[in-house]
């Protein structure tokens, strides 16, 4: 099973270009997350989707947009990059029902941006 | 607002020994709390979710506490072993809410 898929795995960016994370995850969930991951500063949550067709803004959710696709996709974007972007970025997703909360990642995308 | 609180401090303990790690929360009730581990270079994956209305969990060498009063978790790991040493995320939860995590404390078993 492939889990939850992210692309790219690694990437470059200059100052002021935009930039898509995709995120596609096969589990049939309902919620999907984006969170970055910064030394010393945890995971924080950017945006997430509780269901198709729905988006929230989560702790750090400027300098991005999201598109929830479908059930299955959930994209990142960056639409004029900037230094403090650079980051590790995580996609999850959870059935998020009941007691059925857990989260499966994906393995990040590890973006510079200079 | 709400907000996560684990030790920030890393924790450096012998093999054998037990490790204990605690998660504080506050200004939410969550119903679940999950604890995940992290390897470096890797993301997240789940160990334990715990129920608000269960007071403690075990799973093989791990065990989870949860104490809605103190507003805190506590999880060990029995008889520690060099491979155990990761980072460990807690996440206090509730359904169809946003999943927000603690900043992790990272664990070194020596041997």
């Known amino acids: 099973n492939a889990g939850v898929t992210q692309t790219p795995k690694f990437q470059v960016l200059k100052t002021g270009q935009s930039m898509t994370l995709q995120c596609a995850q096969d589990m049939n969930h309902n919620s999907m997350y984006w969170y970055r991951q910064d030394p010393g500063m945890g995971l924080r949550l950017i945006y997430y989707?509780?269901?198709?067709?729905?988006?929230d803004k989560g702790e750090v959710p400027n300098g991005y947009n999201v598109s929830r696709l479908n059930k299955r996709e959930f994209s990142l974007r960056l639409e004029s990059a900037a230094p403090s972007q650079t980051s590790v970025y995580f996609c999850a997703s959870s059935e998020a029902k009941g007691i059925n909360t857990e989260a499966f990642f994906g393995q990040g995308t590890r973006l510079t941006v200079v | 607002s709400q907000k996560i609180e684990q030790n920030s401090e890393a924790l450096n303990i012998q093999e054998g020994k037990t490790a204990t790690l605690t998660c504080n929360y506050t200004?939410?009730?969550?119903?679940?709390l999950q604890w995940y581990r992290q390897d470096p270079g890797r993301g997240p994956v789940f160990l334990l979710l715990i129920r608000e209305n269960e007071k403690e969990k075990r799973k093989e060498r791990l065990k989870v506490t949860f104490d809605t009063t103190l507003k805190q978790s506590l999880f060990h790991i029995t008889a520690s072993q060099p491979a155990d040493s990761a980072t460990y995320l807690c996440a206090p939860t509730n359904s169809g809410y946003a999943l927000n995590f603690g900043k992790g404390t990272s664990l070194l078993v020596t041997p």
């Open positions: 989707s509780a269901s198709e067709g729905t988006t």
């Open positions: 200004n939410y009730s969550p119903a679940y």
